[in-house]
């Protein structure tokens, strides 16, 4: 049996990013990548579960082992040539959960700009402007929170961000 090593080099971003990304260059088609994942989503045993989409493959973890910090793989293969293809992946929360985020970025943004333009009128008026004041200062904290609550939550997903990868790793190296 003529047995073919795979060479896999793989490119990351900065650690500092609350969503990972990496890529990878795969010497397999592109049908040949999808079709793996396909079959290891298809199994009953299967330690993740998993969809495909157009050549985008969301790979989250399993119901039991799920909890709020959680993350979701998100892998997209494109085809290079009629041989080889390309592999982007980006870790992130669950869509609700980064949803949620974003929601609360914009409303803190938002508020932010609109006590901005109160304490302006209010120093045009001269008028007390102690609450618009207190807010202007106290809208970046929580901002400046949010980000460390981020954190938090991908060094909690850390360990499940590890196991996704090897999963992601151990189907692209099958022959």
Not at 39 to 52: H, P
Request: glycine share 6%; net charge positive; proline share 4%.
């Amino acid at each position: 049996m003529n047995e073919k090593k795979k060479l896999l080099i793989e490119k990351r971003n900065s650690e500092i990013f609350l969503r990972p990304r990496f890529t990878i260059d795969l010497e397999d088609s592109f049908k040949d990548v999808l079709n793996r994942f396909s079959d290891e989503f298809k199994k009953e045993k299967t330690t993740y579960k998993g969809s495909i989409v157009d050549g985008h493959v969301f790979i989250c973890v399993s119901k039991k082992e799920e909890h709020f910090w959680s993350p979701q793989l998100h892998l997209e293969i494109l085809e290079k040539t009629n041989k080889t293809s390309l592999l982007k992946g980006l870790f992130g929360p669950k869509p609700q959960v980064w949803t949620l985020f974003m929601f609360i970025h914009f409303v803190i943004g938002i508020s932010f700009l609109g006590f901005a333009i109160l304490l302006f009128s209010k120093l045009s008026l001269k008028e007390p402007i102690i609450f618009p004041l207190v807010m202007m200062i106290f809208l970046p904290l929580i901002w400046i929170l949010l980000y460390f609550l981020g954190k938090i939550g991908k060094d909690t997903g850390k360990s499940q961000m590890k196991d996704l990868h090897d999963f992601m790793i151990k189907i692209i190296k099958e022959e």
